[in-house]
């Protein structure tokens, strides 16, 4: 299998333009995480899916943050409109039984925002 | 909240040294405990696990042993490599969990870890 894929691995844009990030998960797994990755933070969950379902969005930091998940091997990250705060790793992870099963990551996507 | 404590570093060490990193946690139940590694340009990476109290994991020559009494699960490794250069982070995911913040993981801030040849 190749591996949790995500695009781009780098994004450099705009303050208060449309980002999105896109994940595809490693077929099978019925769970799909989105990290975020700060200096400041560390690593912080923002959401998860279970078959296609946002389980738990309450990391989602505020309504410009948006995900979903319209396939099993597809989810996208939103942010609109984006901001300076908004720079980091993000990454996306799946798992086959849940957050306690063995979560493996994407290599991840460096958003920066000027 | 459930919280995770670990030295942030960098933590230097010559080839075939002794490693320690240290991890305590906070929890509010029964948790599951994680290291996960970060490789430079890469994503995290699981190490090893452990899920109730003395149970120890082990992977790659690193164990960890899950201490209840002083909550605790430090990683350690007899003989170091430079290809064990990287990130560390110590998890958890707490069955008792209740309320703030998604419930997932919960990482440390990460141990950055350097092996000098």
């Known amino acids: 299998d190749a591996g949790v894929i995500q695009s781009p691995r780098h994004e450099v844009t705009e303050m208060g333009q449309e980002v999105t990030l896109r994940c595809k998960p490693i077929?099978?797994?019925?769970?799909l995480f989105w990290y975020r990755q700060t200096m400041m933070r560390g690593l912080e969950l923002l959401i998860y899916?279970?078959?296609?379902?946002?389980?738990?969005d309450s990391g989602m930091p505020e309504d410009r943050f948006s995900a979903k998940m319209p396939n099993a091997s597809f989810s996208t990250l939103k942010i609109q409109p984006s901001e300076p705060r908004d720079s980091a790793v993000y990454f996306c992870?799946?798992?086959?039984?849940?957050?306690?099963?063995?979560?493996?990551f994407g290599p991840g996507t460096r958003l920066t925002v000027l | 909240g459930d919280s995770v404590t670990q030295m942030e570093g960098p933590v230097t060490l010559s080839e075939e040294a002794f490693l320690t990193i240290n991890c305590t946690y906070t929890?509010?139940?029964?948790?599951?405990l994680f290291w996960y590694v970060q490789y430079p340009g890469e994503g995290l990476q699981l190490l090893l696990k452990a899920t109730k109290a003395d149970d120890k994991g082990s992977n790659k020559g690193f164990e960890a042993t899950y201490r209840k009494e002083t909550t605790s699960f430090h990683l350690e490794k007899g003989s170091v490599q430079v290809s064990d250069s990287a990130v560390y982070f110590c998890?958890?995911?707490?069955?008792?969990?209740?309320?703030?913040?998604?419930?997932?993981?919960?990482f440390g801030k990460g141990t950055h870890l350097i092996i000098q040849p």
């Open positions: 899916f279970n078959n296609n379902v946002p389980i738990d």
């Open positions: 929890a509010t139940g029964y948790p599951s």
């Open positions: 992870a799946s798992s086959f039984e849940g957050p306690e099963d063995t979560q493996y």
């Open positions: 077929s099978g797994h019925d769970y």
């Open positions: 998890a958890l995911r707490d069955f008792g969990y209740s309320g703030g913040g998604a419930d997932g993981l919960t």
